[in-house]
């Protein structure tokens, strides 16, 4: 599956993709926002939960990995052998 597949489906389809073939990658936090990293095939997806209320509020699907360097300041790559 493609990006643009995956744009194409609606959100309950969207969601049960994600839920199968999502492979968790890391964390972050944004004001009020946890926001969880997955790759799913080829591109990536960030999900929005609402700390405060508990719920996800929204989706956001990326292919251009300089938007992983969020996350980057997570690691350690001296930890990493890197």
């Avoid at 959100?11 to 049960?16: D, G, R, V, W």
């Avoid at 492979?23 to 700390?51: S, T």
Wanted: overall charge negative; aromatic content about 18%; hydrophobic content about 40%.
């Amino acid at each position: 599956m493609t990006l643009y597949e995956y744009r194409a489906l609606d959100e309950l389809e969207q969601t049960e993709a994600l839920w199968e073939h999502g492979v968790h990658i890391g964390e972050r936090e944004e004001g009020e926002y946890k926001v969880v990293l997955y790759q799913i095939f080829e591109f990536y997806i960030e999900v929005f939960y609402h700390i405060e209320h508990n719920v996800i509020h929204r989706y956001k699907a990326f292919s251009n990995t300089e938007l992983l360097d969020a996350y980057l300041d997570k690691y350690n790559l001296k930890d990493l052998g890197l």
